[in-house]
């Protein structure tokens, strides 16, 4: 159940809204309280109040209104917000802000991991001339074997930063412990947070109460259930960061012919549960660069609000998951034909053009 108060409410105002709340659903209930848009947004778990218990919260002069969900998450859900959150990343002067959610699909493009000065600003610039809005790059890798290439570290960081300076695209890259949240945030426009850091509590509430509100992509775990994923995002939005965006990347199954199966039936089912954007990535749910255009048509005709994809100038030689990864020249076609897949399912006069 989540209590939104007033805005301009004061103090007193609020801690009586949170006391009264206590005696009412008892005091060892756990009760998580933050600001949104000027106004107290509390949330308690499940929906048990009686209709008296009820009755009183919603006559406090304090709240404005009371929502119940159905479901173990709230913030993130529908039932919470109707409409569509848009994400807005990218602060750098002079360069457009680019907006995640919305009805245009956004690109998100680079190599699996920042190997070098000249590999990245190469793969930064072709990739924008490709057509894409924010710049991905591992600079922490978390890799299966400690012997495979673990990343270039805050150096990675830093030439990230480089190539934003050069294209004037915003970057996003992984942050895999709640101590480095702080200096991930002092270069990327958008923190990720990997597959296998997704029930990693910590570092989800670091995320979410870290000062700047950066844009937090939390892409699925392995073997995670959509509940989870959504409480997962729930635990940054409940922090304080309301800037997630979620990633769909393939979840673990029994063949082996592909690295993952792309949950594409995800995509609707998320738009109905949730407000937060929704992204694919074919490259990780597919692991074969040959999958990588056709998976990204069909994330874009099934409702995706943009793509994430691994792109390499010479990926036969990418030091991490070149198989997955496409090419520039490639990514420009995928740009060209998910624009006009977005087109087709939002422009209306598209249908009478068939007819
Ligand atoms: C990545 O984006 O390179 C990555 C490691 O992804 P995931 O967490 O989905 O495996
Ligand atoms: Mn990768």
């Known amino acids: 159940m989540i209590i939104v108060t ?48 009820h009755a009183a919260l919603s006559q406090h002069n304090a709240v404005e209104r009371i929502v119940s969900t159905s479901t173990p998450y709230q913030l993130v859900s529908r039932a ?28 998100i493009a680079g190599p699996c991991a920042v190997e070098s000065r000249e590999q990245l600003m190469e793969i930064a610039r072709a990739v924008k001339d490709a057509g894409a ?23 990675g960081l830093q030439l990230l930063a480089e190539a934003r300076e050069a294209t004037g695209l915003p970057v996003i890259t992984e942050v895999m412990e709640p101590e480095m949240v702080d200096v991930v945030a002092q270069y990327a426009d958008i923190l990720q947070i990997g597959s296998r850091n997704m029930q990693n509590f910590p570092l989800l509430r670091a995320a979410g109460s870290h000062p700047s509100r950066r844009p937090v992509m939390l892409k699925r775990g392995l073997a995670s259930t959509i509940d989870e994923w959504l409480l997962a995002a729930e635990y940054i939005v409940a922090a304080g960061n309301p800037n997630v965006i979620l990633c769909e990347r393939g979840i673990r199954s029994f063949d082996t012919h592909t690295r993952n199966l792309l949950d594409l039936a995800c995509v609707p089912l998320l738009h109905e549960l949730t407000h937060l954007p929704v992204i694919v990535d074919p490259s990780h749910a597919t692991g ?64 009478d053009y068939v007819a």
Do not use: W
């Open 6 to 53: 007033r805005s301009q409410v004061t103090g007193a105002e609020h801690r009586q809204v949170i006391e009264l709340l206590q005696q009412l659903a008892g005091s060892q209930r756990p009760i998580s309280a933050i600001t949104m848009q000027g106004r107290q947004v509390i949330c308690i778990d499940g929906n048990s109040l009686d209709a008296q218990a």
């Open 80 to 107: 919470f917000q109707s409409e569509d959150s848009v994400i807005v990343v990218g602060d750098l002067p002079g360069s457009p802000p680019v907006t995640i959610g919305g009805a245009a699909p956004v690109m």
């Open 133 to 155: 809005q924010v710049l991905r790059g591992g600079a922490f890798k978390p890799r299966t074997s400690p012997y495979q290439f673990q990343g270039l570290g805050i150096e």
């Open 288 to 351: 074969r660069r040959e999958l990588v255009p056709t998976m990204s048509r069909a994330a874009i005709a099934a409702g995706a609000h943009g793509l994430i994809l691994e792109t390499h100038t010479d990926p036969n030689s990418a030091l991490c998951d070149g198989r997955q990864s496409i090419t520039p020249a490639q990514l420009r076609i995928i740009t060209q034909q998910t624009r006009l897949v977005a087109q087709i399912m939002s422009d209306p006069a598209v249908l």
